[in-house]
Nanobody, 118 residues
Framework: VQLQASGGGLVQAGGCLRL?????????????MGWFRQAPGKEREFVGS????????YYVGPVKGRFTISRDNTENMVYLQMNGLKPEDTAVYYC????????????WGQGTQVTVSS
């Protein structure tokens, strides 16, 4: 699975961004999709995920209620809608794929930079 993330940029605190992740995989529906981020000087952290059918989503506490993950299995796309952005959301954001039969994310996109100014 090849993943290509896009949509990052510079935004003021309180603003919104929508990240996109395109997957080149005919069996995209067989993968759970996740978003991760890595801030400068910090380890990469999990942000949230969406089930293969888009029915279930999960978010970590700091982004819950502000971020929304969705997917379009007909277009092999997954999205991260980010509202109410805060300076602490500044990071490189990565999309990742996990096969249904696996417990770890084995495929990663190249990352897209999100910078939130105060």
């Amino acid at each position: 699975v090849q993943l290509q993330a896009s949509g990052g940029g510079l935004v003021q605190a309180g603003g919104c961004l929508r990240l996109s992740c395109a997957a080149t995989e005919r069996t995209f529906i067989n993968y759970y999709m996740g978003w991760f981020r890595q801030a400068p000087g910090k380890e990469r952290e999990f942000v949230g995920s969406i089930s293969w059918d888009g029915v279930s989503t999960y978010y970590v506490g700091p982004v819950k209620g502000r971020f929304t993950i969705s997917r379009d299995n007909t277009e092999n796309m997954v999205y991260l809608q980010m509202n109410g952005l805060k300076p602490e959301d500044t990071a490189v954001y990565y999309c990742a794929a996990r096969a249904k039969t696996r417990s770890e994310y084995g495929y990663w996109g190249q990352g897209t930079q999100v910078t939130v100014s105060s």
